[in-house]
């Protein structure tokens, strides 16, 4: 008897899932019953090869174990698509760094022109340790690391972990079941709770904001919602899921410029990075654009 396309979605769906938050959750749960073991969970859980390959680890593991023989959504030529190219490499980190800018615009108390946090993160690398920061030399340091971020091809495949298994694999699954715009929210979603251990060991937010570790989460739920929504937008058009990599890792990169040069004297659900909702706002407000010109169903691309 033949297996209808949508019951082996559905499967395909449900292992992709298990095997990522079983990965991520189980020793998480472990580390709450046995508060004395969260250090090497948290050091499990956040090392790269572990977070950002786990994705891409479930996606074989599933293709294998449902012998799925269909090609995914993956090509390594991003420069026959200039137009993609462009938009995924300059648009969202250019969204990114004007949410910082509104951000210090409204807090401009909360710029540091001493820049403490440089001193001491990257003192070890050479960066001086009395340092006399302008307004200008503060735009042209974020400036040149937006160009550097459009252009770091190698973070695009330390991403890529990530974004083959939730962009490439998971979102073409949930288009199967259900309108796009719909499979892009619970994209996001899901994308964003697999983050949860980490935020609840204070990644990206610390532990001393309100309603931690909790808004935390539900915060960065929103960030996946919203940069998935670009990641998707591309990948969808282009059905390829290398531009959604290339979003997430220009984003990584220009998304730690805020940090540089803050006093944190505000909470981080705020901002100045794009994991607060000020320095969100502009990537939001494209992604809200980008969400509404998709079309219900996925074969209309």
């Known amino acids: ?113 001493q820049g403490r946090y440089i001193s001491a993160t990257y003192g070890a690398f050479g960066a001086p340790q009395n340092i006399e920061l302008t307004i200008g030399s503060m735009f042209t340091m974020g400036f040149i690391v937006y160009v550097v971020s459009a252009i770091a091809f190698p973070v695009w495949y330390i991403a890529l972990g990530e974004d083959i298994g939730w962009q490439g694999y998971m979102l073409p699954l949930l288009c ?59 990948t969808l058009k282009t059905k390829n899921c290398m531009y959604a990599a290339i979003i997430h890792g220009a984003a990584d990169i220009i998304g730690e410029v805020g940090t540089w040069i803050s006093l944190s004297s505000k909470s981080s659900l705020l901002g100045p990075i794009p994991t607060g909702i000020i320095g969100l706002s502009v990537l939001l407000t494209g992604a809200a654009i980008l969400f509404f010109k998709m079309p219900r169903n996925a074969l209309k691309y």
């Open 1 to 113: 008897m033949k297996i209808k396309t949508e019951d082996i979605a559905k499967k395909r769906i449900g292992i992709f899932l298990s095997l990522i938050f079983g990965i991520l959750y189980i020793p998480w749960i472990i580390a709450i019953i046995i508060p004395s073991l969260g250090e090497k969970v948290y050091a499990f859980i956040s090392f790269p090869a572990v977070f950002m390959g786990t994705p891409a680890l479930s996606v074989f593991i599933t293709r294998k174990l449902t012998k799925d023989t269909t090609s995914l959504n993956f090509s390594t030529k991003i420069f026959e698509n200039k137009r993609a190219l462009i938009f995924s490499a300059l648009l969202p980190g250019a969204a990114i760094f004007l949410g910082t800018i509104l951000f210090f615009l409204l807090f401009p108390d909360d710029l540091d022109f």
């Open 176 to 234: 199967r079941e259900m309108s796009v715009k719909c499979a892009v929210l619970i994209n996001g979603v899901l994308w964003g709770l697999a983050h949860a251990p980490l935020i609840y060991y204070g990644m990206n937010y610390g532990t001393e904001y309100f309603g931690a570790p909790y808004t935390g989460m539900l915060m960065m739920v929103l960030v996946t919602i919203v940069l998935g929504t670009w990641m998707s937008y591309i």
